[in-house]
């Protein structure tokens, strides 16, 4: 059937705003590694019952068993305040690893053993641009990886208190554009079974693999944040478990 002009105009109107709807797909993974290693600052295989000096509570509940560390979300509900105590709000289980670092590789095995997903964290305490000094994290569900830019996206203070404001739905938008991308996998991670993840954050880019295989990259300027005080590995559900983790300081590979 041949359209009229003005349909056709309307139709392809349709069609563009449609597409401009729709996210932008993620920029590819980076076949090789973005990071070089260069001294080890940090290893632990969780063989003693108690943890390293370097780690610290965060979030309940962490333990060492069988040497392995094991995270678990406890804080699942939303507890309002009530006989002079604060309300609690539901937060993943998060274990912090005081190991500063700028550019760095982390590995570390993960199992998910119940846990809807499993990540590792870095922040900057002192900065107070974002909650809590968040600025970047790689997520690992059984699913996909997603990637995130919190200093200057999710958790930055001043998008945050914008977000209150509808007028300023649309600057939100724009200042977040970029700053979350989620890379499904083909196959979906099994429970119960170990997998090596390593992150690699150099400069204002971030890379992941899972078990040697690219699974997620984002560029974004939150990442290049100087002083990455904290490692902290998060845990949502239960459980999910983490063992022989490494921390090394890196350049990137391509000077």
């Given at each position: 059937?041949?359209?009229?002009?003005?349909?056709?105009?309307?139709?392809?109107?349709?069609?563009?705003?449609?597409?401009?709807?729709?996210?932008a797909a993620p920029a590819a993974v980076p076949a090789d590694p973005i990071?070089?290693?260069?001294?080890?600052?940090?290893?632990?295989?969780?063989?003693?019952?108690?943890?390293?000096?370097?780690?610290?509570?965060?979030?309940?509940?962490?333990?060492?068993?069988?040497?392995?560390?094991?995270?678990?979300?406890?804080?699942?509900?939303?507890?309002?305040?009530?006989?002079?105590?604060?309300?609690?709000?539901?937060?993943?289980?998060?274990?912090?690893?005081?190991?500063?670092?700028?550019?760095?590789?982390?590995?570390?095995?993960?199992?998910?053993?119940?846990?809807?997903?499993?990540?590792?964290?870095?922040?900057?305490?002192?900065?107070?641009?974002?909650?809590?000094?968040?600025?970047?994290?790689?997520?690992?569900?059984?699913?996909?990886?997603?990637?995130?830019?919190?200093?200057?996206?999710?958790?930055?203070?001043?998008?945050?208190?914008?977000?209150?404001?509808?007028?300023?739905k649309a600057e939100v938008a724009a200042r977040m554009k970029g700053k979350?991308?989620?890379?499904?996998?083909?196959?979906?991670?099994?429970?119960?079974?170990?997998?090596?993840?390593?992150?690699?954050?150099?400069?204002?880019?971030?890379?992941?693999?899972?078990?040697?295989?690219?699974?997620?990259?984002?560029?974004?300027?939150?990442?290049?944040?100087?002083?990455?005080?904290?490692?902290?590995?998060?845990?949502?559900?239960?459980?999910?478990?983490?063992?022989?983790?490494?921390v090394w300081e890196a350049e990137p590979a391509k000077q």
């Open positions: 059937m041949k359209l009229s002009p003005l349909l056709a105009a309307l139709v392809m109107t349709s069609s563009v705003a449609a597409a401009a709807d729709k996210p990071a070089k290693k260069g001294k080890l600052l940090f290893s632990d295989d969780f063989e003693s019952a108690t943890p390293a000096k370097a780690w610290h509570k965060v979030v309940p509940t962490f333990t060492v068993e069988g040497g392995v560390l094991k995270g678990t979300q406890t804080r699942d509900k939303e507890v309002p305040a009530a006989d002079g105590k604060p309300a609690v709000t539901a937060h993943a289980a998060v274990f912090g690893l005081d190991v500063p670092t700028k550019d760095s590789v982390v590995e570390v095995k993960m199992k998910f053993d119940g846990a809807t997903l499993m990540d590792v964290e870095f922040d900057d305490r002192k900065f107070t641009g974002s909650h809590y000094g968040h600025l970047c994290r790689a997520q690992v569900k059984p699913t996909g990886v997603t990637l995130v830019d919190e200093r200057d996206g999710t958790q930055n203070e001043e998008i945050k208190a914008m977000k209150a404001d509808p007028a300023k979350v991308v989620t890379f499904p996998f083909a196959t979906k991670l099994e429970a119960g079974k170990w997998y090596t993840v390593v992150v690699e954050t150099v400069g204002d880019e971030m890379r992941v693999t899972v078990d040697g295989k690219p699974a997620g990259f984002l560029k974004s300027s939150g990442i290049g944040h100087a002083t990455k005080s904290k490692i902290e590995l998060g845990v949502a559900g239960k459980d999910g478990l983490f063992d022989d983790i490494k």
